[in-house]
């Protein structure tokens, strides 16, 4: 069974720019959440990709957006870069069938340095 | 809202000691819990969920949670630390009304003393 995957797992832009980072979800499961966790804090929620369609959103700004594909990976992208988007951005998968929720088990995440 | 609130920003234990991380959580229905560590520059790894049923949870790696519904918390433990503990330790809280996102806590960092 293949865990979560990220790619890049580093990397450097400058403001202003776009950046896409990638997540390739566990088998079976086919939700994608995604988290921006600064230095010293806990992650914070983006949002949610369920069945390629968004399914709820943090406290972000349009400039994060998202995809998912019928393979259940998924996007995040980063529109005009600013400083205080450098942080580790992990993606986690899970399995939602029936309503019913299971923990999620997140990628090694990847490092977004703003210069 | 709903919040987790994990009161200890850091804590130093000895090898062998014992150890209990806190948290607390505000959610207004039964809430999902769980316990995640984070080793340097890595991402998160399961300790251990609750989602129903007995409140005290076994977890990997020895370690155990007790779901406190009237202290609305859900302190973590471990008997005894091994210096491979040393890591962030978060505790969330997944919101059922709102899929799976979740919440987290600020974190606690472990450091384990010889």
């Known amino acids: 069974e293949t865990g979560v995957t990220q790619s890049p797992t580093h990397l450097i832009k400058t403001r202003g720019q776009q950046v896409t980072l990638r997540c390739s979800s566990q088998s079976g499961h086919n939700t994608v959440s995604w988290y921006q966790q600064a230095l010293g804090q806990g992650p914070q929620f983006i949002f949610q990709?369920?069945?390629?369609?968004?399914?709820g959103r943090g406290n972000f700004p349009p400039r994060f957006s998202g995809l998912q594909f019928p393979n259940y990976s998924s996007e995040l992208n980063v529109n005009a870069l600013e400083l205080d988007d450098s942080a580790l951005y992990l993606c986690?998968?899970?399995?939602?069938?029936?309503?019913?929720?299971?923990?999620?088990?997140f990628g090694p995440g990847t490092r977004l340095t703003v210069l | 809202a709903q919040s987790v609130t994990q009161p200890d920003i850091h804590i130093t234990v000895s090898e062998g000691a014992s150890l209990e991380l806190r948290c607390n959580y505000s959610?207004?229905?039964?809430?999902?819990l769980f316990w995640y560590v984070q080793s340097p520059g890595q991402g998160l790894q399961l300790l251990l969920k609750?989602?129903?049923?007995?409140?005290l949870v076994q977890g990997i790696k020895g370690f155990e949670a007790e779901f406190k519904r009237s202290q609305s918390s859900f302190n973590l433990r471990k008997p005894s630390v091994h210096w491979s503990d040393a890591a962030e330790y978060f505790c969330a809280v997944g919101a059922s009304n709102t899929g799976n996102q979740f919440y987290f806590g600020t974190g606690t960092s472990l450091t384990v003393i010889p």
């Open positions: 986690a998968s899970s399995s939602r069938a029936g309503g019913s929720y299971n923990e999620q088990f």
């Open positions: 609750y989602f129903s049923g007995d409140t």
């Open positions: 990709y369920y069945r390629e369609e968004e399914n």
């Open positions: 959610y207004g229905a039964t809430p999902y």
